[in-house]
């Protein structure tokens, strides 16, 4: 995350990820990004082969 805080409507619930913290999913869950807060989301998304 590189600046605001990036909600991911994950399967076992939401999970807010803040500036400057990451996290790791699996790609093969149903999932969804969204912007909770009023400032601008920055995040960077990788995507690795199995």
């Known amino acids: ?7 991911l409507a994950l399967e076992s619930g939401p999970h ?3 500036p ?4 790791v999913i699996a790609s093969d869950q149903q999932y969804a990004c969204r912007n909770d ?3 601008p ?8 082969g199995a």
């Open 41 to 48: 989301v920055v995040f960077m998304r990788v995507v690795t």
């Open 16 to 18: 807010v990820v803040a």
């Open 37 to 39: 807060g009023s400032a």
């Open 20 to 23: 400057g913290r990451s996290a």
């Open 1 to 7: 995350m590189l600046s605001g805080r990036l909600t």
